[in-house]
């Protein structure tokens, strides 16, 4: 089991630290992809490391993507390679996890036209444009799509997560 | 099932809010503790909200008490009401989970002579001096007594604190 999380410089701490401990809890192995390998840094200072560059990722290798939030996806979703690699977990029909700014890499990638969703409240409306079905609730979960709005969802998010990945 | 967070401001953010929030998804219900009851602030900024001040818990409606580390636990040890409540979960044999700085409370409730057990480095003498068996490892099981090091051990101290609270 191999779990991808995407994501840069002032990426939400707890969003990504939690799924990212939380997988390992799971003893599911995590590779942390962006522009370049190494650190990056946190709004609350936090810093994970980026062990893999997106260019570097085949995401056959991997059996969900997690998107979290913070300022980082407003960088990520301008990489061309990030959007490929969603639309692929997509394609593939594997479990696609994103929370608060995270989506905004999902609308870029225009994966989320009818389909249930949620996100931050600041993204709400570039996600109805999208041709989401927006929800305001802690998790949706609409197949392989689980998305949640901020850190305080974080209970519910990954409960869902988990049981996507009990289903592989 | 009910769990116990005693901390205070400038508690580590991950060590207090990765448990919390990791109960919560397992629907375990929680209060958080401290000298007074309202927002408590992390070094990184997060809060979380006391729910109860030490004086109200009735440590008997427990089955968990949590005790995470950041610089919390010095002004913590100093409340004998927080040091009353350890030993009443070491006295019924309840699960007891300390990471970094939180076992410096037990310390003070000298609950640690012959146990085995970890903390964050700097603490290592003196728990040593306080008579634990202390061991250099992400996480350490003595029976009720679960302690871990630092924020990067999160995985397996929950790990270990979810497998307690399935056993009650």
Chains 1, 2 share one sequence.
Request: hydrophobic share 40%.
């Amino acid at each position: 089991m191999k779990a991808l999380i995407i994501s840069a410089d002032n990426f939400e701490d707890m969003e990504l630290l939690f799924p990212y401990y939380r997988l390992k809890e799971e003893s599911v192995s995590v590779d942390v992809a962006s522009m370049n390998k190494g650190r990056i840094k946190g709004k609350h200072g936090y810093e994970a490391e980026a062990n893999k560059t997106l260019k570097e990722v085949n995401p056959d290798d991997y059996d969900i993507l997690i998107l979290p939030g913070g300022k980082a996806p407003e960088a990520v979703r301008k990489e061309e390679r990030a959007v490929e690699i969603a639309r692929h977990f997509f394609k593939k029909n594997k479990p696609v996890a994103a929370i608060c700014h995270g989506p905004q890499t999902l609308i870029t990638a225009g994966l989320l036209k009818g389909r249930h969703a949620t996100c931050y409240k600041s993204v709400a409306q570039e996600m109805k444009e999208a041709g989401a079905l927006y929800e305001d609730k802690e998790v949706v979960v609409d197949g392989n799509l689980i998305t949640s709005r901020q850190p305080s969802d974080l209970p519910a998010f990954l409960r869902e997560l988990v049981k996507a990945l009990r289903r592989i």
